[in-house]
């Protein structure tokens, strides 16, 4: 704080600057006047730039705690996203689950329906064909069982 009080109070630094012809000394004289010239100039740049840095207006930083709270938060926000994502996905996947398990009950009933019908065609089919081959009385006979089948109806 006595840092920026001390250069508030005397921002240009007034008396204590050096005039520009005396630079190294007060009788002594410069021989070479590019030395001299690019003296001149830094000691003119080391000038602007103090004089920007302490006019410059300060920077206020931000209180850690609250960075820290909203680190905080952030990570909880973002936590919770990750949850939510993956309870998602767990359920999505459970989900798809459970639809095939029954889309494979549901097959697996069919295949067993058609099955006991191509059982029961078959059965059909082959009681068909024994009653077209068989007969209930041979060649020989068939004139007595028509006997027998008028007698009944009488």
């Known amino acids: 704080m006595k840092f920026r009080k001390q250069f508030s109070e005397d921002r240009g630094e007034g008396e204590r600057r050096v005039p520009p012809r005396g630079a190294l000394g007060s009788g002594d004289a410069v021989a070479d006047p590019e030395v001299e010239q690019a003296l001149r100039s830094f000691r003119s740049s080391v000038h602007a730039w103090s004089d920007a840095v302490y006019q410059h207006p300060a920077r206020v930083e931000v209180a850690p705690r609250r960075m820290a ?22 359920l999505e996947h459970q989900h798809r689950q459970d639809q095939a398990r029954i889309a494979a009950v549901r097959e697996a009933v069919h295949q067993r329906q058609l099955q006991e019908e191509r059982a029961r065609e078959a059965e059909q089919e082959l009681a068909q064909v024994d009653s077209d081959v068989s007969r209930q009385v041979p060649n020989a006979l068939e004139p007595l069982a028509q006997l027998m089948t008028s007698n009944q109806g009488q």
Do not use: C
């Not at 909203?70 to 996905?89: E, T």
């Open 69 to 90: 709270w909203r680190l905080a938060a952030v990570w909880a926000l973002g936590s919770v996203l990750v949850a939510g994502g993956v309870g998602g996905g767990l």
